[in-house]
């Protein structure tokens, strides 16, 4: 009983940190100024068009609902605490970060930017990592990468793994950003292409041996469905 009880918890801990530091890692990408995520480009893309009328916390967790809906009737097993956890609070964090970000550097140099978007890629994906492997459920964005996982696509007879099936989803999202507004810049290309690697790395050399308590996992590529 004290070992579930032990994995339980570090799963709830694992959930918000990985959460907290997605959300943060955004601020990291605004104030470096390189661009953000793929889809925190969607994401401030669309908001641009009803910016006047709505912030982006309440816009942010909107959109989610939106996407919940169809997560829900696609494959409702990735939906769960961490779930709900990042849509109500990741737009609210996202805008915390930023002002105090901003409060600790108000004018940043080049030389101040450019180490802040490397560990705003490296925060984001260590993040991701956590809450994927707590396997308390994941973003609906995060979501619709690993159930088409979980499905099996399959491209010249061969089954694509997760972080390429990733890698396609972040660059519809940032040509969707740059459709709506939100052109993209450095930061949004380097996650486009490196974020599905960069899970699985956190995943199988941090996130599955905090969690099981041993070295060696399954695959690294991505946590069991709920």
């Known amino acids: 009983m004290k070992s579930l009880d032990c994995i339980a918890a570090k799963r709830l801990v694992m959930t918000l940190s990985g959460v907290f530091a997605c959300s943060f890692s955004v601020g990291l990408f605004n104030l470096s100024a390189f661009g953000v995520d793929p889809f925190q480009c969607f994401a401030q893309g669309t908001h641009g068009l009803v910016s006047s009328r709505v912030g982006y916390g309440p816009y ?7 996407m919940l809906a169809g997560i829900w009737l696609w494959d409702r097993r990735f939906v769960g605490l ?47 990592a956590l809450y994927y492997t707590a396997n308390l459920g994941v973003s609906v964005y995060d979501a619709v990468s690993l159930i088409l996982a979980k499905r099996g696509i399959r491209v010249g ?46 995943n199988r050399t941090f996130a599955e041996p905090f969690l099981q308590g041993r070295a060696d996992s399954p695959t690294g590529e991505m946590p069991p469905a709920p």
């Open 60 to 66: 942010y967790l909107g959109l989610s609902l939106l």
């Open 82 to 128: 961490a779930t709900f956890i990042n849509m109500f609070l990741t737009g609210y964090i996202v805008d915390w970060s930023f002002r105090f970000l901003s409060w600790l550097l108000p004018s940043p140099s080049l030389y101040q930017r450019i180490p802040m978007l490397l560990a705003a890629v490296v925060v984001m994906c260590f993040g991701s």
């Open 157 to 202: 007879g061969r089954t694509v793994p997760f972080k390429w099936i990733r890698v396609f989803n972040d660059l519809v999202c940032v040509t969707l950003g740059t459709l709506t507004g939100k052109l993209p810049g450095a930061g949004t290309l380097v996650t486009a292409f490196f974020m599905g690697p960069l899970i699985t790395f956190f």
